[in-house]
């Protein structure tokens, strides 16, 4: 229910901005000469580019959260086909739509010195009625955090119950059902890469890392198309869809390391390594200190929580 309200109200705030630039637009009061001067004194450089595209791409991230809860999906065969048939070309048009709004209504000069380019925008076109664009955003950014908290946890919560994470994330509120530590992990990790870093950066890193997953997923689909070619495959796409995919992610992870190296990019990559000895350590191997079993037990009895299948080892 909550998702759906401030998916509605986020639908809603974006069309008011798509026909206020549409009336600037007819009145002819707009800063059309915008869209020919669009790239003016902008960059070229491969690096620049693409850490440009890690600003613009995280407006539209979120396309995947859906494949995280397809165990919560009603017939997950036709209604996550569905899901992204309509949702992502729809987000696309709407946003590419608001930023034509933007490009009418500010100058250049405006839209760069601006901390928050929809404000701006409401204050010059809905005078008064200003105040419904911070609404709108803080309902847009809260519904986008639960979507992603909601999701993100989920992936914690089957990666703990394959045996890839600590048995704890696997269990599950005894009576709401939820999987609460994952949750709570989940927000965690959350306040420790928002407390450091501006927002810029987190986007910036958290958008290299993410394209090495996808690049690595895409990889690995393709793979299996051509080694094992008689799998059950439930979702077929054009193979062509994932080539262009692992290009892109090749691109937006190499061109920002070759034009502009920077030692966090190093950091990331060890924190990947990182997870080399942990697996085979947790679970190749198995090891499970007393520690870590004791504090688990106690852990389960503070959450009141309870695995969600019966323990076989």
């Known amino acids: 229910m909550l998702t759906n309200v401030c998916a509605v109200a986020k639908v809603f705030s974006l ?39 890690y600003q613009g791409l995280w407006s539209f991230d979120g396309w995947n959260n859906v494949n995280y809860v397809m165990e919560e999906l009603k017939n997950p065969k036709q209604n996550l086909v569905w899901a992204l048939l309509i949702a992502i070309p729809l987000v696309t048009s709407l946003y590419l739509l608001v930023n034509m709004s933007y490009l009418l209504v500010l100058s250049s000069s405006e839209i760069l010195s601006s901390n928050a380019v929809a404000v701006s925008w409401g204050n010059q076109v809905l005078g008064a009625w200003a105040w419904l664009v911070p609404l709108a955003v803080t309902l847009s950014t809260f519904g986008s955090v639960n979507g992603i908290f909601f999701g993100g946890s989920r992936v914690c919560y089957v990666a703990a119950r394959e045996g ?57 689909l393709l793979y299996l198309r051509i080694k094992n070619k008689n799998l059950p495959r439930p979702y077929k796409v054009p193979t062509i869809i994932p080539v262009i995919m692992l290009l892109a992610s090749f691109y937006l992870v190499l061109a920002p390391i070759i034009e502009h190296p920077q030692t966090e990019f190093l950091y990331i990559f060890l924190f990947l390594l990182s997870g080399i000895p942990v697996y085979f350590l947790l679970v190749y191997f198995r090891c499970q200190p007393k520690w870590l079993q004791m504090a688990t037990l106690y852990l389960q009895l503070l959450l009141e929580v309870a695995p969600t299948v019966k323990n076989v080892d």
Not at 15 to 35: C, R, S
Not at 36 to 45: E, G, I, M, R, V
């Open 15 to 53: 069309l008011v901005i798509v026909g206020g630039g549409a009336v600037v637009l007819a009145q002819g009061h707009g800063y059309t000469e915008a869209f020919l001067f669009a790239f003016h004194n902008t960059t070229q450089q491969p690096g620049r580019i693409g850490m440009a595209f």
């Open 164 to 220: 890839h994470m600590p048995q704890l994330l696997s269990m599950v509120h005894v009576h709401r059902l939820t999987p609460t530590p994952a949750l709570m992990f989940t927000a965690a990790v959350a306040l420790v890469l928002v407390i450091p870093g501006s927002f810029s950066t987190i986007v910036n890193f958290l958008s290299f890392l993410g394209w090495i997953t996808y690049g690595t997923t895409i990889g690995c």
